[in-house]
């Protein structure tokens, strides 16, 4: 393959990223100000989602895995825990601290909200075979890993 016929294949690549990236802004303006039924802001759905995964941590690391501030990663916890999603606990390596996790209720919520989301997808994927889904998840997941190791090189190597 020439470098001609490289180039051209990651222009490819890059329209692809355009047209996601422009589809999540979409996204992120129609539900901005959007409050699920059970009155929470959407957006502290992503805190809970990464308390599941995640497991346990302290709100400055819940707010590095999702991508925001301090304060705004602080409103959600505050929220999720009124709700009974999320509980404090003391952080056992530093008492000063305190760890963040999904409680019971936070788990079965998101369960539920996955079963609607894929509820709202099967369709969508009708004509997608098995194989094309697990090959679109492992090379996503790959350039996913890429594209953040060179933001941190562009950032100064964090």
């Given at each position: 393959?020439?470098?001609?016929?490289?180039?051209?294949?990651?222009?490819?690549?890059?329209?692809?990223?355009?047209?996601?990236?422009?589809?999540?802004?979409?996204?992120?303006?129609?539900?901005?100000?959007?409050?699920?039924?059970?009155?929470?802001?959407?957006?502290?759905?992503?805190?809970?989602?990464a308390?599941?995964?995640?497991?346990?941590?302290?709100?400055?690391?819940?707010?590095?895995?999702?991508?925001?501030?301090?304060s705004?990663?602080s409103?959600?916890?505050?929220?999720?825990?009124?709700?009974?999603?999320?509980?404090?606990?003391?952080?056992?390596?530093?008492?000063?601290?305190?760890?963040?996790?999904?409680?019971?209720?936070?788990?079965?919520?998101?369960?539920?909200?996955?079963?609607?989301r894929?509820?709202?997808?099967?369709?969508?994927?009708?004509?997608?075979?098995?194989?094309?889904?697990?090959?679109?998840v492992?090379?996503?997941?790959?350039?996913?890993?890429?594209?953040?190791?060179?933001?941190?090189?562009?950032?100064?190597?964090?």
């Amino acid at each position: 393959m020439t470098d001609e016929e490289r180039a051209e294949r990651i222009e490819g690549i890059v329209g692809v990223i355009a047209e996601l990236t422009r589809l999540k802004e979409r996204h992120a303006v129609m539900t901005r100000h959007a409050v699920a039924p059970d009155g929470v802001e959407l957006a502290a759905y992503t805190a809970l989602f990464a308390l599941v995964k995640g497991g346990p941590m302290r709100s400055s690391a819940l707010a590095e895995q999702i991508h925001t501030d301090p304060s705004t990663a602080s409103r959600y916890v505050t929220t999720l825990t009124n709700l009974g999603y999320a509980e404090r606990t003391a952080d056992p390596s530093d008492r000063r601290a305190a760890l963040v996790s999904a409680t019971e209720a936070g788990e079965a919520k998101v369960a539920f909200i996955r079963e609607q989301r894929n509820e709202k997808l099967r369709p969508l994927m009708e004509e997608w075979t098995d194989e094309e889904i697990d090959q679109f998840v492992v090379l996503g997941n790959r350039a996913l890993l890429q594209f953040e190791q060179a933001l941190k090189l562009m950032r100064g190597g964090e």
